[in-house]
């Protein structure tokens, strides 16, 4: 999970050294990272700034946020989790700190519907989720509630139960751009097991998730990331 900070406002270019510099991280152990101005698909240009190592964080590291003289968060970096989704076998593959890898058939987004392709964040969770077609601009598809649905991108993809997927995971791409699981248990014991920050990786899809439409932040190459910060220096 980067680190993201927004404004109430967009912060002009001019200011945004001065930004950066009241916006201090420190970590133990010692964490390389740097501050980039990413845009937000809900804000404006220069509304939010996030921080991220070039690397994703060691478990265990401990960080804490300073704005100016007052620290305002401290947290902890948990145990190391990545689920590969591949659209083209139709599976997910979940590896957690070097234990054996767990291999779950799933549904992704059907042609022209694709999931989106690339490194994405869980957001947030929660056991039951109202998803309508109509606020993404998809008539009335589908309307209702969804349960176990874990959160990667703010237009909306989620890896959630799906009644479809008890007939389609493994076998063929079905939804509307979500990863759906099956309702056996399988997308239970998924939400259980994961937390904000874990890293959902979506392979063998189309358009790579912008950086802005959630935490697709680890989409850029490090020389990327440092070209939108105001501080940072480049090799």
Same mark, same amino acid.
């Given at each position: 999970?980067?680190?993201?900070?927004?404004?109430?406002? !967009?912060?002009?270019?001019? +200011?945004?050294?001065?930004?950066?510099?009241?916006?201090?991280?420190?970590?133990?152990?010692?964490?390389?990272?740097?501050?980039?101005?990413?845009? &937000?698909?809900?804000?404006?240009?220069?509304?939010?700034?996030?921080? =991220? !190592?070039? @690397?994703?964080?060691?478990?265990? $590291?401990?960080?804490?946020?300073?704005?100016?003289?007052?620290?305002?968060?401290?947290?902890? %970096?948990? /145990?190391? *989790?990545?689920? $590969?989704? &591949?659209?083209?076998?139709?599976?997910?593959?979940?590896?957690? &700190?070097?234990?054996?890898?767990?291999? %779950?058939?799933?549904?992704?987004?059907?042609?022209? *519907?694709?999931? #989106?392709?690339?490194?994405?964040?869980?957001? &947030?969770?929660?056991?039951?989720?109202?998803?309508?077609?109509?606020?993404?601009?998809?008539?009335?598809?589908?309307?209702?509630?969804?349960? #176990?649905?874990?959160?990667?991108?703010?237009?909306?993809?989620?890896?959630?139960?799906?009644?479809? @997927?008890?007939?389609?995971?493994?076998?063929?791409?079905?939804?509307?751009?979500?990863?759906?699981?099956?309702?056996?248990?399988?997308?239970?014991?998924?939400?259980?097991?994961? %937390?904000?920050?874990?890293?959902? /990786?979506?392979?063998?899809? =189309?358009?790579?998730?912008?950086?802005?439409?959630?935490?697709?932040? #680890?989409? *850029?190459?490090?020389? +990327?990331?440092?070209?939108?910060?105001?501080?940072?220096? /480049?090799?």
């Amino acid at each position: 999970m980067p680190i993201s900070v927004t404004f109430p406002r !967009p912060v002009p270019a001019s +200011q945004r050294a001065e930004v950066e510099h009241l916006l201090t991280v420190r970590t133990t152990p010692s964490v390389t990272g740097a501050w980039s101005w990413v845009k &937000d698909r809900n804000l404006l240009g220069g509304q939010r700034v996030d921080y =991220r !190592p070039p @690397a994703y964080w060691k478990p265990g $590291t401990h960080v804490t946020l300073h704005v100016g003289t007052n620290s305002v968060r401290h947290f902890t %970096i948990g /145990r190391a *989790l990545t689920a $590969t989704v &591949d659209v083209r076998s139709h599976t997910m593959t979940v590896t957690e &700190d070097g234990k054996p890898a767990t291999r %779950i058939p799933v549904t992704a987004g059907r042609p022209g *519907l694709d999931t #989106w392709n690339g490194t994405m964040v869980v957001m &947030d969770k929660a056991p039951k989720v109202y998803m309508d077609s109509r606020t993404v601009g998809l008539g009335d598809a589908y309307h209702g509630y969804y349960a #176990w649905a874990v959160h990667i991108t703010t237009s909306g993809t989620y890896v959630h139960q799906n009644p479809g @997927a008890n007939t389609y995971a493994g076998r063929a791409n079905t939804t509307h751009g979500c990863v759906g699981l099956a309702t056996d248990g399988t997308a239970e014991r998924f939400y259980r097991r994961v %937390i904000p920050g874990d890293v959902i /990786r979506v392979e063998g899809s =189309r358009q790579t998730v912008a950086e802005g439409n959630g935490y697709g932040d #680890w989409n *850029l190459t490090w020389s +990327q990331w440092l070209a939108n910060s105001a501080t940072a220096r /480049r090799s």
